[in-house]
């Protein structure tokens, strides 16, 4: 499956972005998916996933309650939507995809691009 980033930029602390993964291939629906980000000089790290129905999530500490993980496999597409978002959260966000839910980055098979989002005043 190849997937493809989107919805990065610039916003000031406190506000909002929804980021996009679409995904390409007829097997998305059996997929389960993640979103990681990596802060430069940092090493990547796991943001949120979902199972492959969508009745299932899991975040990470750091954002839970503010982040949100949705998907939509009439549209091959998965989102995480971001609020309260804090200068701390300025990374390249990455979608993944694999069979397996996991929060481990090496235990998926395909990569997004990547989307920078940036959180500044």
């Given amino acids: 499956v190849q997937l493809v980033d989107s919805g990065g930029g610039l916003v000031q602390p406190g506000g909002s972005l929804r980021l996009s993964c679409a995904a390409s291939g007829r097997t998305f629906s059996s997929l389960a998916m993640g979103w990681f980000r990596q802060a430069p000089g940092k090493e990547r ?3 949120a996933n979902i199972s492959w129905r969508g009745s299932n999530t899991y975040y990470a500490d750091s954002v839970k309650g503010r982040f949100t993980i949705s998907r939509d496999n009439a549209k091959n597409t998965v989102y995480l939507q971001m609020n309260s978002l804090k200068p701390e959260d300025t990374a ?3 979608c993944a995809a694999d069979p ?3 929060v481990v980055a090496d235990e998926y098979g395909s990569w ?9 005043s």
Avoid: D, L, W
Avoid at 112 to 119: I, M
């Fill in 45 to 47: 790290e796991f943001v």
């Fill in 92 to 94: 390249v966000y990455y």
């Fill in 100 to 102: 397996r839910r996991s």
């Fill in 112 to 120: 997004g691009q990547g989307t920078q989002v940036t959180v500044s």
